[in-house]
């Protein structure tokens, strides 16, 4: 290590409570990598060095008199900007909300600051989180660190960056159809997408769906799950959100993989699949298959995914923006005005059906587990694509249905409401990170999962072609 934002949040923490290490050195080294990469990058769009400073020497005090401290005290945190966060600016990514400074955190960063984290700034996110191209029209794009040529990922594609080039230790995230799953994969950091409910929101217009959650970004998954078991929790606000004990997320299980019964589909059954991606990850079970006591080829029934999740998204996207559409079109980009247009026309009939066969999917997906432990499957169907692509529009030469038929890899999985790791496994053939899905058995089974993500995490770290990439620092501060 060379620097202190370098440290995991684990590490990080640990130093903090043993006096070894003062959060206001670790926020001003964490400050240092910002300044010097996120010219390259763009990965942080609004910051409150100030406040965090102010802030970072109160977590010093408390430290240094013996008091209690939370789980992420004095922990540097980035802030998706789909978050609303007190007193400092939050545009959604629209220039409708330009100059929108919130009043008060939403729950999400309260809790968090509760635990003792220190907000440093806003990362980088698609208008509404509508794209897995994080670019638009009020901070233009986020890079991709390995190749500053190439997308990030998107929607959360701000906190996967700044994770990936050690600018902070952890990151708020969020996902629809992959927008915690699709950046971390290219950006090679880790992800959580949590059980809908698990972490409540206050926001969500429709709230009664597995559409859209929120959830913990890091560069390791007990890092990912600590930060998890502080986000987690109930609040009435969210009619899904569960009692459970959330604290029980901070320790991560040992798990003998040896003793599980893996399924692994290259595309589930139905996804696009670039060719080069689909070797990829052929080649990289060959290489830690070995470790489980089974692990067959086998693809869950999720036929109509893709039309079922249009559909859906429709559904959710005129409850959100169909007042901004008929109002500021003019403001908007690309992918929400698409998507509205494209939902108003979706008949009644085809909503209901829509509906049904979701919950058909959901039944038939549990079933697949009565023969299988987990199932993987790889995070993203395509490289990292240039930057200035607003998304996929090919894969192997076939033109898709619309902007984001190429993420059904991902956005099959949202449909079921099952918990998910996405976990780093080496780099693609362009040289950018590749990643793979750690599907949990069924919704809650987060703790589960997450142990099963740490052991092959591990194993991982031992194997070159699979252990988690990290970009060149250097070349991004020249």
């Known amino acids: 290590m060379t620097e202190a934002c370098e440290l995991s949040a684990i590490e990080a923490r640990k130093l903090i409570g043993e006096k070894r290490i003062s959060p206001v050195e670790l926020l001003d080294s964490c400050i240092r990598r910002i300044e010097a990469v996120n010219p390259a990058i763009n990965a942080f769009v609004a910051t409150c060095y100030e406040r965090a400073r ?21 922990l540097p945190l980035g802030v998706k900007d789909l978050v609303d966060t007190a007193e400092l600016r939050t545009t959604y990514g629209s220039l409708l909300y330009k100059d929108h400074v919130p009043q008060r955190d939403e729950r999400l960063v309260e809790v968090l600051r509760r635990a003792g984290a220190i907000v440093l700034g806003k990362t980088n996110t698609p208008e ?3 794209g897995a191209n994080t670019t638009n029209k009020v901070y233009g794009p986020t890079r991709n660190p390995f190749d500053t040529t190439r997308t990030c990922g998107g929607s959360s594609g701000g906190s996967a960056v700044a994770l990936a080039t050690d600018m902070v230790p952890i990151c708020t995230g969020s996902d629809t159809g992959g927008s915690l799953r699709t ?22 217009p429709i709230g009664l769906s597995t559409y859209g959650v929120l959830g913990p970004m890091a560069r390791s998954v007990a890092d ?30 040992n798990i003998d993989l040896s003793r599980l019964r893996v399924a692994v589909s290259e595309d589930l059954g139905f996804a696009p699949m670039d060719n080069g991606m689909r070797a990829t990850f052929r080649e990289r079970v060959k290489l830690f298959g070995w470790a489980f ?41 690309d992918n929400v005005k698409n998507n509205v247009a494209a939902a ?67 956005a099959g999985i949202t449909l079921t409401g099952h918990p998910v790791v996405a ?9 950018t990170p590749f990643s793979i899905q750690v599907i949990g058995p069924q919704r809650h089974s987060e703790r589960f999962v997450i142990a099963v993500a740490a052991a092959l995490e591990r194993l991982f770290s031992s194997e070159p072609a699979l252990a988690r990439p990290r970009p060149d620092i250097r070349s991004l501060t020249r």
Request: net charge negative; proline share 7%; hydrophobic share 40%.
């Open 183 to 204: 950046p971390a994969a290219f950006c090679g950091v880790v992800s959580i997408r949590p059980t809908p409910g698990l972490v409540p929101s206050e926001r969500r």
């Open 54 to 74: 102010t802030e970072a020497k109160a977590a010093e005090d408390v430290i240094m008199r013996g008091d209690p401290a939370g789980p992420l005290h004095g």
């Open 423 to 431: 976990l780093p496994c080496g780099r693609d053939p362009t040289g």
């Open 128 to 130: 509404f989180g509508a």
């Open 224 to 253: 990912s799950a600590l930060m998890l078991s502080t986000i987690a929790g109930f609040d009435g606000r969210d009619p899904l959100a569960t009692l459970l004990d959330a604290s029980a997320l901070r320790q991560v299980d």
């Open 293 to 333: 006591k089974e692990c067959s080829e086998r693809a869950p029934e999720l036929e109509n995914a893709n039309r079922v999740f249009w559909i859906i998204r429709g559904v959710h996207f005129l409850a959100a923006h169909k007042e901004r559409y008929e109002k500021h079109r003019d403001l908007l980009g």
């Open 344 to 410: 108003l026309e979706i008949k009644a009939e085809d909503i209901a059906w829509a509906y049904a066969e979701n919950t058909r999917l959901y039944r038939r997906f549990q079933s697949f587990f009565d023969e299988v432990d987990v199932l993987i499957c790889p995070t993203v169907s395509v490289p990292p694509f240039p930057v200035e692509q607003l998304y996929c529009t090919h894969i192997n030469g076939k033109e898709l249905d619309n902007y984001i038929h190429w993420v059904d890899i991902t």
